[in-house]
T-cell receptor
Framework: AQKITQTQPGMFVQEKEAVTLDCTYDTSDPSYGLFWYKQPSSGEMIFLIYQGSYDQQNATEGRYSLNFQKARKSANLVISASQLGDSAMYFC????????????FGQGTTLQVKP | GAGVSQSPRYKVTKRGQDVALRCDPISGHVSLYWYRQALGQGPEFLTYFNYEAQQDKSGLPNDRFSAERPEGSISTLTIQRTEQRDSAMYRCASSLYGGWGNSPLHFGNGTRLTVT
């Protein structure tokens, strides 16, 4: 069975510093996708970044990068130059590449950025 | 519209009543998904459609839950004989290409359902 684990319930980071949010996954599928979503206190779910299991390079989107280590089954999110607006809940998710909409989400990590 | 629209934003109902939650996806999006999110948890998959066809309903908790998308656009999630355990945020999401790996889900702001 597929599973996503986020072991950090809460994280703090100083403004302008980088932070890594951990995510490990378990699947027997040879092909899958990994996603990160941001949920601010307003409640919306915002797509941040995607990594396919066969992608050779780590995905990057602006200040977000995904540190994909396939052998370790980890897909950590790195946020560079943290901003106050980055304070939110962050969810890691996984889905099979043939049907990426049926995602399994982790429990989430709450990130607080300190001024 | 510009994003996925859900209505109502909040719904309070009494135990035993039926409720219908509406989702209007992004125009042109083929796939539409329903998720349920408990407070402090990640969303859990309920069901999804490609066009008007329901492709997978394995996440629906029981037969009180049903969903439809009759014209391949707007979708309705119906919960019959609501119970207090049904209280949650119900989120709809759509994606452009059903099943493509780089077509992410765009979520609506959800309907907060409270069953009293």
């Amino acid at each position: 069975a597929q599973k996503i684990t986020q072991t950090q319930p809460g994280m703090f980071v100083q403004e302008k510093e980088a932070v890594t949010l951990d995510c490990t996954y378990d699947t027997s599928d040879p092909s899958y996708g990994l996603f990160w979503y941001k949920q601010p206190s307003s409640g919306e779910m915002i797509f941040l970044i995607y990594q396919g299991s066969y992608d050779q390079q780590n995905a990057t989107e602006g200040r977000y990068s995904l540190n994909f280590q396939k052998a370790r089954k980890s897909a950590n999110l790195v946020i560079s130059a943290s901003q106050l607006g980055d304070s939110a809940m962050y969810f890691c998710a996984m889905g099979p590449s043939g049907n990426t909409g049926k995602l399994i989400f982790g429990q989430g990590t709450t990130l607080q950025v300190k001024p | 519209g510009a994003g996925v629209s859900q209505s109502p934003r909040y719904k309070v109902t009494k135990r035993g009543q039926d409720v219908a939650l509406r989702c209007d996806p992004i125009s042109g999006h083929v796939s539409l998904y329903w998720y349920r999110q408990a407070l402090g948890q990640g969303p859990e998959f309920l069901t999804y459609f490609n066009y008007e066809a329901q492709q997978d309903k394995s996440g629906l908790p029981n037969d009180r839950f049903s969903a439809e998308r009759p014209e391949g656009s707007i979708s309705t999630l119906t919960i019959q004989r609501t119970e207090q355990r049904d209280s949650a945020m119900y989120r709809c999401a759509s994606s452009l290409y059903g099943g493509w790996g780089n077509s992410p889900l765009h979520f609506g702001n959800g309907t907060r359902l409270t069953v009293t």
